[in-house]
């Protein structure tokens, strides 16, 4: 491809973003990102929607009301809002892929803690926090991805990553099932 004069600065032979992004094209680099961003929005997915699963168990494992049953789905709903918002911010203020990182690994964590919970507060705390760390996975590698390909191919990615994101959908419900 080649580089239009109102993209490259003849003083200095430095180009604009979008120019040297258009330049390096679409390699292996672009492929293992849209790669790790859909299994990113698999994670998100599975974090999120996890008390589909949880909440049936705690009535059997931890004998829940159906009054805890309630704060437990609605915990984790309050933890992705309050999350989504800061985990924006972290983004931008110490750089996405770090607190992405930070992110996938805390909620692993998390995710792990809250499997061998004793009681349905410690679920529901740490399910919420949990859902409070996975809030910025989404949006963070959508960003992510759509800021490190080339501008032809950005549209079709992130759909083709948000599509990824609605199969989740059906991956936890199959797993519900077996």
Same mark, same amino acid.
């Given at each position: 491809?080649?580089?239009?004069?109102?993209?490259?600065?003849?003083?200095?032979?430095?180009?604009?973003?979008?120019?040297?992004?258009?330049?390096?094209? +679409?390699?292996?680099? &672009?492929?293992?990102?849209?790669?790790?961003?859909?299994?990113?929005?698999?994670?998100?997915?599975?974090?999120?929607?996890?008390?589909?699963?949880?909440?049936?168990?705690?009535?059997?494992?931890?004998?829940?009301?159906?009054?805890?049953?309630?704060?437990?789905?609605?915990?984790?709903? +309050?933890?992705?809002?309050?999350?989504?918002?800061?985990?924006?911010?972290?983004?931008?203020?110490?750089?996405?892929?770090?607190?992405?990182? +930070?992110?996938?690994?805390?909620?692993?964590?998390?995710?792990?803690?809250?499997?061998?919970?004793?009681?349905?507060?410690?679920?529901?705390?740490?399910? &919420?926090?949990?859902?409070?760390?996975?809030?910025?996975?989404?949006?963070?590698?959508?960003?992510?991805?759509?800021?490190?390909?080339?501008?032809?191919?950005?549209?079709?990615?992130?759909?083709?990553?948000?599509?990824?994101?609605?199969?989740?959908?059906?991956?936890?419900?199959?797993?519900?099932?077996?």
């Amino acid at each position: 491809m080649g580089v239009d004069k109102k993209s490259q600065n003849a003083n200095d032979g430095k180009m604009q973003f979008e120019a040297a992004l258009d330049w390096a094209g +679409f390699g292996p680099y &672009s492929y293992v990102l849209t790669t790790l961003a859909g299994f990113i929005n698999i994670a998100y997915t599975c974090v999120s929607s996890a008390t589909t699963i949880i909440i049936p168990a705690s009535a059997c494992e931890l004998e829940t009301t159906t009054s805890q049953q309630g704060y437990i789905a609605s915990g984790p709903r +309050f933890g992705i809002i309050v999350g989504a918002v800061i985990g924006g911010y972290l983004g931008d203020k110490f750089g996405r892929r770090r607190v992405l990182l +930070f992110a996938l690994i805390s909620s692993a964590v998390l995710n792990g803690i809250a499997s061998i919970s004793v009681n349905w507060v410690m679920l529901l705390i740490v399910q &919420s926090l949990a859902s409070f760390c996975s809030a910025g996975h989404y949006s963070l590698s959508i960003t992510i991805l759509s800021e490190s390909v080339p501008m032809c191919k950005r549209n079709l990615l992130v759909l083709l990553v948000n599509s990824i994101f609605l199969m989740a959908q059906g991956i936890m419900a199959g797993k519900h099932n077996f």
